[in-house]
């Protein structure tokens, strides 16, 4: 069922060549920019942490638009056969597999125009995972939310914001707020600021949090009556 999942979503991507080709074009016009306005400010490494927070903010945004579907009901999530938050992390797993795998193509057609560094993307496929972490903690408490909320997608959208704008950190600020925040800590594991440990200390911390974050705010949501479930 989990391969079905993910697989399902790259069918998706594909299946429409002429909206998956416009996406990819608009990300890279998008990403170039960014690019050039960080090589601008002279931030190293400014590449590697700016495709990387892709990966974190799919991470992030898969659980609460998960729930907040409009074609359907956040407690559908509890009909499936396997345990919500199960669910919802494999939601996650598909949505950062597929932005790495679109990303990459972005990556690839900017690397001669823009003279990227090629190194960079074999980073960007060895440091995925840890992304993925950094960004399923904060992603779980943000679905926790949406449970109660039931609307969270402006507030995704600031955290969005903010993450992009981090990446732009000065290298001492990073390297200081890595150690707390798993998003600024990846960022800088690929700006070479901050340690790989300093990286999973802070993911794991954010991920501890997550998952309890979400189990509290199930038991809230039902305690509440704001679902049908008992």
Do not use: H
């Amino acid at each position: 069922m989990i391969s079905s999942i993910i697989r399902f979503g790259f069918l998706t991507d594909v299946r429409y060549p002429v909206v998956f080709l416009s996406n990819v074009v608009s990300t890279g016009l998008f990403l170039g920019l960014l690019v050039l306005g960080g090589r601008a400010l002279e931030v190293r490494g400014i590449e590697g942490a700016l495709f990387i927070t892709f990966i974190m903010l799919a991470a992030m945004q898969a659980p609460p638009r998960a729930l907040e579907d409009n074609s359907s009901e956040p407690e559908e999530i509890y009909l499936y056969p396997i345990s919500p938050m199960a669910m919802l992390i494999v939601q996650a797993i598909s949505l950062s597999a597929r932005t790495l795998f679109n990303f990459s193509i972005v990556y690839l057609m900017l690397l001669l125009p823009m003279g990227l560094p090629m190194n960079t993307l074999a980073e960007l496929w060895q440091y995925a995972p840890v992304a993925f972490l950094a960004g399923l903690g904060p992603g779980l408490l943000l679905g926790g939310l949406t449970l109660i909320l039931k609307r969270t997608g402006a507030l995704v959208n600031l955290l969005a914001i903010l993450l992009l704008t981090g990446a732009f950190l000065p290298n001492a600020w990073m390297s200081s707020v890595g150690a707390y925040l798993p998003f600024s800590a990846a960022q800088g594991l690929m700006r070479g600021v901050t340690e790989p440990s300093t990286v999973l200390m802070a993911c794991g911390a954010f991920l501890f949090l997550g998952v309890l974050g979400y189990l509290f705010s199930e038991r809230l949501m039902i305690r509440m009556g704001l679902s049908g479930i008992r």
